[in-house]
Nanobody
Framework: QVQLVESGGGLVQAGGSLRLSCAAS????????MGWFRQAPGKEREFVAA????????YYADSVKGRFTISRDNAKNTVYLQMNSLKPEDTAVYYC????????????????????WGQGTQVTVSS
């Protein structure tokens, strides 16, 4: 049973920073590409960033490129999302998710391309 647990969300002023973490268990973490998504109230879940199983490749949504950085520590079974220069429009529940196939990198951006999901962590950016 794969479990993903996000943490690090909170309330921050515009221009501030937060670092989200996603701790994984139940599978060989280092073999799976990971993604971060977010969902604002009344909106569909949208792609934010993805990272390959080795960490050598990353991909970002245009809306966060240059402000957010995805990374991973395979020794700690954890993927991170460093968020800088936060804007009110970044307010959402942030979710991490895992690609279903090991050792595959496809820069997946769609919800159905991921299987296991965490419960989410709330990020609120005040203006």
């Amino acid at each position: 049973q794969v479990q993903l647990v996000e943490s690090g969300g909170g309330l921050v002023q515009a221009g501030g920073s937060l670092r989200l973490s996603c701790a994984a268990s139940g599978q060989t973490f280092s073999s799976y590409s990971m993604g971060w998504f977010r969902q604002a109230p009344g909106k569909e879940r949208e792609f934010v960033a993805a990272i390959s199983w080795s960490g050598s490749s990353t991909y970002y949504a245009d809306s966060v490129k240059g402000r957010f950085t995805i990374s991973r520590d395979n020794a700690k079974n954890t993927v991170y999302l460093q968020m800088n220069s936060l804007k009110p429009e970044d307010t959402a529940v942030y979710y991490c998710a895992t690609d279903p196939s090991p050792r595959r990198w496809r820069a997946a951006t769609r919800v159905h391309e991921y299987t296991y999901w965490g419960q989410g962590t709330q990020v609120t950016v005040s203006s």
